[in-house]
């Protein structure tokens, strides 16, 4: 018994864990969230998918088996009990009972077991009665008996849900893997080219997949993710997405979502439409098909693809679609582009102390460029400008591996809330002509009035242009240390900030007149979107491509995800758990009280004696109540 309840603490423990731990997610998503050492102990105990794990199955069959033989030996000796009524109890024992008493009565026999019997049978005892070759008369009565069953029904409660447990342990897989006979796959192929060995058949006595069904598109498969691999579930009908619809709150949370689906089978004399919720599945041919998720489907994006490294103000409209691929380049230089994920709406709060209230900021798209060596890297990109601190900026976001945090480029948006007035600015102050203008400019704004010094001056400008050009504040950096004493560096760098933006303001209404634009005001907003401006300018030296994808436009296109679900396991361990309360409450609350009257008519004595199966204070009570009543009765 110690070591029963000792695995049902262990079960009970494994549960919590399967409860808080997430289970049977991507490894790649364990090792992110919990770092390489955990995830690689979780993996050894079992605990990424502790339901299926082997000892957690062996624990649930050795339950089975041993709690099954303790049902069945100890049941037909707690039926015996609970039918017997003990009518060979002898007078000598009764006067043995510590809840014994002896009464003394005038009335004849008759009369004393008329009311003793009438009294019994008030109390909701039932009795058996025994004339004994003494002449006295036994009367043995019982209640309560059926706390037995309360046993029964608890250890045969414990078989029934480790039995559902094993049904959807997946146990007919393990065994089938043991013996080489099935294999989980691990590469990333279409699932027509998942070989037969890692496949189950529609048979499969239980399952949890998972299917993704953009609008339009049906299947007849779906995954089971074991492991650090998957396994292709086939299904004994087919699934078509008709339609998908999602409800917001005003943030642009979602609120409610449905899938209205259509499942097509040969059985069927038609086809079932029905409509899919959250918490609302379809159960056809004992498979359950819930609303777990869902994603995009292949949504078509319009770019406007700036190129960085061109010498001019290029730019041109490009497409994409999310989940497939482009290419962008040629050669060595050649990228590849892995549209990975759209998204209409984004709850972020953007308020400069976090305590700001979410709200929409509108689609973003996340995206990889992968180099012809197979190195990538990941961008996210937002289609509508971000207030941040109280100015407008197109953000992208960039990082190198999965598991960094993404470092954000920050481009000001311009009076017209486009991208077009920062690349036309960038444009300027890489063109050579456009430098030397715009150092020319500057030179003749200059006080004085001797040639040679305006001269030097527009030189000075000009390769403060170009060293910019070649490395932002980093190259700027490296020729004031190079060139400057050490103790003038500060002053020195101030005065190049300053001739920067100077320049930077002049180079801006170049382009401004470049688009037939007027200057642009002497003001504070015009400083701080050109002091911007440098800020991205310099940023871009480390966003690790030539290429900005900025989305104008999009067509959505939703995908479903569904948990196809067969668990015939799932109603035995319903049945399991009424069968456990009810046996629970049983041994708690029905309490079994066992009691004697044995009356002598020639000694004219009654012999009252009772016993229970627990002595406790509601016992020494009953009797005392009981004793008082039987004493008025044979008064």
Known sequence: MRFAVSLLTLLGIASIIGTVLKQNEPYQNYIIKFGQFW????????????????????????????????????????????????????????????????????????????????????????????????????????????????????????????????????????????????????????????????????????????????????????????????????????????????????????????????????????????????????IYKGIAIYQSDFQDGGSKLRFRLWNLAANNLNSNDIDGVVLRKGFLGEGDAKLTVEFNEFRQFNILNLSSDGKGKPRNVGPNTTYKLRNASGQAREYVNYMQPLQLDGRSYFVSGMRETVQEEFKYLRIPADDALEITGFMALRQAMRDEQMMQQVASRLAQQAPGDKPALKAQFEQSLLQLLRTFKKGGYSALSQVIETAVPKNQREQAAQMYLKLLNAAALEAYNLSREARHLGKADDGQVTAVFIQDSLNAMNDLFFYGTPYYFELTNYELKQASGFQLTRSPGQNWVYLGSVMLVVGIFAMFYIRERRLWLLIKPQQQEVVLAMSSNRKNMDLDADFESKRQHIAVLLQ
């Open 39 to 282: 995830f690689e102990l979780f993996e050894l105990l079992g605990l990424l998918d502790v339901y299926h794990a082997a000892w957690f199955l062996m624990i649930l069959l050795f339950l089975v088996i041993s709690t099954s033989l303790c049902v069945l030996r100890n049941t037909p000796v707690m039926i015996k009990e609970w039918k017997a009524y003990k009518e060979h109890a002898t007078e000598k024992s009764l006067r043995l009972f510590s809840h014994y008493r002896s009464f003394n009565t005038p009335q004849p026999l008759a009369q004393v077991e008329a009311h003793l019997t009438e009294y019994l049978t008030g109390q909701g005892y039932t009795y058996k009665r025994k004339p004994l070759e003494s002449g006295d008369v036994l009367v043995a009565a019982k209640s309560g008996t059926h706390q037995r069953l309360g046993y029964i029904f608890t250890h045969a409660a414990i078989v029934v849900i480790c039995f559902g447990g094993l049904l959807d342990g997946n146990l007919p897989f393990k065994v089938q893997e043991l013996l080489g006979l099935k294999k989980v796959e691990t590469l990333d192929i279409p699932a027509s080219k998942v070989p037969e060995v890692s496949r189950l058949g529609v048979n499969n006595l239980s399952f949890r997949a998972n299917m993704t069904l953009p609008e339009g598109e049906r299947d007849n498969i779906a995954f089971v993710r074991v492991r650090d691999g998957y396994l292709v579930q086939d299904l004994p009908f087919t699934v078509t997405l008709k339609d998908f619809r999602i409800e917001h709150y005003p943030t642009g949370m979602p609120k409610s979502f449905e899938s209205d689906i259509v499942i097509t089978d040969s059985d069927l004399a038609k086809p079932i439409e029905t409509t899919i919720r959250v918490n609302h599945p379809f």
